[in-house]
């Protein structure tokens, strides 16, 4: 039983932040397989607005887009009122990956290697403004091409949360005390570097 407890402190500590139970703010989580969860936020605050409009707005794009893929690639979790009496909604796509949010949503993001990441069009050379989670200290690995990690680029303005350990953000970006980064603040690409 003690073996068992040990492993599962281990387990928790490998660097995955972990989603908040209220998602309040703009958000993205990216699985380990690379699916994506997209949380957007917006204002509600009118009395003729109705929840259940919205939601089956949003399921009816969903159908649309899915079926112009011929594939179920985009799926809507949760379309609610937000709780904390803002007049805010929030409404929650579940995508099978990093193509198929990019080409659903207005922003865009990639996760894969970085190999992946320019044989994709994205610029990996970067790293010049790559700067380290732990102490801020520039990326000092040599060609970032080089690199055979994880990469995540994205020009969301929202709350990442990545599936690992992150050691390297983009300039403008910032780690957030539960392990997520911040791109609220950026412009153009952010670049987040995974151990």
């Known amino acids: 039983m003690l073996l068992f407890c040990l492993c599962m402190v281990f387990l928790a500590g490998c660097g995955e932040a ?16 690379g699916e994506i969860t997209v949380w957007q936020i917006g ?26 893929k011929g594939s179920e690639t985009v799926v809507v979790e949760k379309a609610e009122n937000l709780e904390d009496g803002s007049g805010r909604v929030v409404v929650a796509y579940r995508f099978d ?5 990019t080409d659903f949503c207005e922003d865009g993001i990639f ?16 790293a010049g403004n790559l700067k380290s989670v732990k ?9 970032l091409q080089e690199e055979d990690r994880k990469l995540i680029v994205t020009d ?14 983009s300039e ?13 603040e950026t412009d153009g690409l952010v670049y987040i570097l995974l151990q």
């Open 18 to 33: 972990k989603v908040p139970d209220v998602v309040d703010k703009p958000t993205v989580a990216i699985g380990r397989e």
């Open 97 to 101: 990956g990093w193509e198929s949010c």
């Open 135 to 143: 102490d801020g200290t520039p990326y000092s690995g040599g060609s």
């Open 43 to 68: 204002d509600f605050d009118k009395s003729y607005y109705n929840v259940a409009e919205l939601a089956n707005m949003a399921a009816e794009e969903v159908k649309e887009y899915n079926a112009a």
């Open 172 to 184: 403008g970006a910032a780690m957030n005390q539960d392990g997520s980064i911040s791109c609220a």
């Open 156 to 169: 969301m303005k929202a709350n990442i949360y990545c599936p690992g350990k992150v050691i390297y953000i």
């Open 111 to 126: 996760f894969g290697t970085v190999k992946e990441a320019a044989l994709n069009g994205f610029d990996t050379a970067a």
